[in-house]
C-alpha cells in the first residue's frame, strides 16, 4: 500500500461498536470526564485553622464562592458527561471525524476546572472578567459536543438518526444553555459579576422549558415524517 493509500485509509477510518477500539475510546473520554471532575477540588483552598472554630466563620473564611464555582462546575460537566453518554449509546462506531469531534469537546470540557478557579476564587470573583471566561467556556463546549452529533449524523454512524427538522429543533433546544450563559456576560459588566452568576440560575426555568417544547417538536416531526402503514387488503 502507498504513503496516499495508507493516509486515506486512516483518514476513513473506523471502529465498529463492538471494536475494542470503541471500547477503547470510549473508557479514555469517560475518564478525562471523571479528571475533569476530580480537578474541581482543587479550587477550594482549605482555610485556615482559626476558621474552623465556628461554622460562621468556616463560611465566611472565602469559602462561599469557592463551593458555589465546584457546585455549579460539578452539575455542568456531570450534565455534559450524560449528554456524550446518551449520545455514545446511539452511535454504531467511531470514525475519525467523531472522534476528532470528541477530543475538541474534551479540551474544553477539562478547561472548565481553570475558568472555575476565576469564579470561584475570592480575589477574582467580583471581576466581570472572570464570568465571561467562564461563560464563553461553557458556551463553546456546549456548542462542541453538539458537533459531536452532527459529525455522527454526517458520517451515518447513528441506530435511529432524526428527521433533519427535528435535528434542527434539539439544536435550537441545546442552544438555549449558551444563550443564558453569553447573557450573563454584558450583566457582569454592567451590574457587576455576582448578578452575571446569579443570571445562570435562569436554566432551572429555560431548560425545562426548552426541553419540553423540544420533545413535543420533534415527537410531532417524527409522526409527521412516519411512513403511512399501507392499506388492508380488500376481501
Known amino acids: 500500500m502507498s504513503t496516499a493509500e495508507g493516509a486515506g485509509a486512516r483518514a ?13 475510546a470510549v473508557a479514555f473520554f469517560d475518564a478525562a470526564y471523571a479528571f475533569a471532575l476530580t480537578l474541581l477540588v482543587v479550587n477550594i483552598d482549605p482555610p485556615p485553622a482559626e476558621d474552623w472554630a465556628t461554622p460562621a466563620r468556616w463560611v465566611t473564611s472565602g469559602l462561599g464562592w469557592q463551593f458555589f464555582g465546584f457546585a455549579v462546575s460539578f452539575i455542568v ?7 456524550n453518554h446518551r449520545l455514545g449509546s446511539e452511535f454504531t462506531g467511531f470514525s475519525s471525524g467523531t472522534i476528532t469531534a470528541n477530543l475538541v469537546a474534551l479540551a474544553l470540557i477539562v478547561f472548565i476546572p481553570f475558568s472555575t478557579q476565576g469564579i470561584s476564587d475570592p480575589a477574582t470573583a467580583d471581576e466581570p472578567l472572570a464570568v465571561a471566561v467562564y461563560a464563553v467556556n461553557i458556551s463553546v463546549a ?15 454512524l447513528l441506530r435511529h438518526p432524526l428527521p433533519r427538522r427535528a435535528d434542527t429543533v434539539n439544536l435550537i433546544d441545546a442552544m438555549s444553555t ?10 457582569a459588566y454592567l451590574w457587576g459579576a ?3 452568576r446569579w443570571c445562570w440560575l435562569l436554566l432551572i426555568v429555560v431548560g425545562p422549558i426548552s426541553g419540553r417544547w423540544a420533545a413535543r417538536r420533534v415527537a410531532r416531526i417524527v409522526s409527521e415524517e412516519r411512513p403511512a402503514p399501507p392499506p388492508a387488503p380488500s376481501s
Do not use: C
Open 12 to 24: 476513513t477510518a473506523r471502529y465498529d461498536r463492538d471494536s475494542v477500539e470503541f471500547s477503547r
Open 77 to 83: 460537566i456531570a450534565v455534559f458527561w450524560r449528554v
Open 142 to 156: 456546549v456548542m462542541a459536543q453538539s458537533a459531536v452529533y452532527l459529525v455522527a449524523r454526517r458520517d451515518r
Open 178 to 187: 449558551p444563550a443564558v450563559f453569553l447573557l450573563s456576560i454584558p450583566v
Open 194 to 196: 455576582e448578578w452575571g
